[in-house]
């Protein structure tokens, strides 16, 4: 199986890669902010709950996206592999993760890491914030706290896969198809 953790920041166009990379490798697309923005949609208790914290920027509990990556990988048996956007974001959620697919005899292939600065993230999802309707890409105060969150929680995991020889970082500045090609060859290396 190819399992691959799309990683980065808020901002750093992992969303729109993965769209790309589902179409080439045929891998099944993860996205915890999708689905709970899905769940947010629903008015499910989880989603309701969830919203409270995403509105704030904060990370939505470790048990509570843990228990949603595995029902998705439990309902997709058959799958050629999968890619992870926006998982696993705290080294708990990296932890589950191995052991959730170690379950399954496979493992993670690599996570692949688009760097972008700071400033460049807040100008991108300002932006996206103008057509997306996305609460939580319009106030400037909820983008930066979600990047000090990131920052904080998040970016230690670069570490965790370092250490098993996984992690590879790639600039995420540039066209999309060009960062797109930078991808791909990482992927077939
Ligand atoms: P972005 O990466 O652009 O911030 P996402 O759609 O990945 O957007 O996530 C939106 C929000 O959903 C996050 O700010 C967070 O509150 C919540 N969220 C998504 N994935 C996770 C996760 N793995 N762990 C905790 N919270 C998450």
Known sequence: MLNLVLFGPPGAGKGTQSVKL???YALIHLSTGDILRAEIANATPRGLEAKKLMDQGLLVPDAVVIGMISSKLDANKNAKGFIFDGFP?????????????????TSISMMLALEVED??????????????GRA????????????????????PLKQYYSAQNKFISIPGTGSVDQIFELLCAKIAR
Not at 89 to 105: C, F, G, W
Not at 136 to 155: H, L, M, P
């Open 22 to 24: 589902i179409e080439k």
């Open 89 to 105: 974001r705290t080294t708990a959620q990296a932890q589950a993760l191995d052991s959730l697919l170690s379950e399954k005899n």
């Open 119 to 132: 400033e460049e993230l807040t100008r991108r999802l300002l932006k996206r914030g103008l057509d997306s």
């Open 136 to 155: 939580d890409d319009q106030n400037e105060e909820v983008i930066r706290k979600r990047i000090t969150e990131y920052n904080s929680k998040t970016a």
